[in-house]
């Protein structure tokens, strides 16, 4: 998510009870560039523009890679997926990504296996988390509309009384 074009979210602190005291959870959203943002950022420089694609997509993997960013101690420890919070993973919300940060006083309750590799998000997490990445994902499918054509002049439409209505973008819900 480091790249200078991504939008970064609010970042929300979750307070996470264990049996010796309370631990907390940093969770935040972000949302990477298009690929077109990233062609118009390198404008005629396609070698530049064609190395940040390969690193923000993961040399092929912009797709999979998706997801849940999961950080134990400032190292990562699982990436990409959706953890089961959605039941498919959609070519438009690939933009999308959620970084979780914690310490290894939560390990047993994300039941982190020994090799550090491997963690299970709580259900309340996972709640907190959805909150968070839902506004990232449909901002990555409104990358994904076409553009709104331009009508021109600024009255009403000749032989109307009023504008003319809009309807909501059946891609900005979630099935």
């Not at 070698?47 to 999979?64: F, K, Q, T, V």
């Not at 950080?71 to 959609?90: A, E, V």
């Amino acid at each position: 998510v480091g790249h200078p074009r991504t939008t970064s979210y609010d970042r929300k602190t979750v307070r996470v009870p264990t049996s010796k005291k309370d631990a907390f959870v940093q969770i935040q959203a972000f949302l990477l560039p298009s690929e077109q943002e990233i062609k118009d950022l390198h404008g005629t420089n396609a070698d530049a523009a064609r190395r940040d694609l390969d690193r923000i997509g993961m040399y092929g993997r912009r797709n999979e890679s998706q997801g849940v960013y999961v950080y134990r101690n400032n190292r990562l420890i699982q990436w990409g997926g959706w953890h089961d919070m959605w039941s498919t993973t959609d070519e438009k919300t690939k933009l999308a990504r959620v970084t979780v940060e914690f310490g290894s006083d939560l390990d047993d309750q994300f039941a982190v296996n020994i090799s550090k590799r491997m963690v299970t998000l709580s259900q309340q997490l996972q709640e907190e988390i959805r909150k968070l990445a839902q506004v990232a994902r449909n901002d990555s499918k409104k990358k994904y509309l076409p553009p709104k054509p331009t009508v021109k002049g600024s009255g009403p439409i000749s032989g109307t009384s009023h504008p003319p209505t809009t309807h909501p973008s059946p891609m900005s819900q979630e099935p």
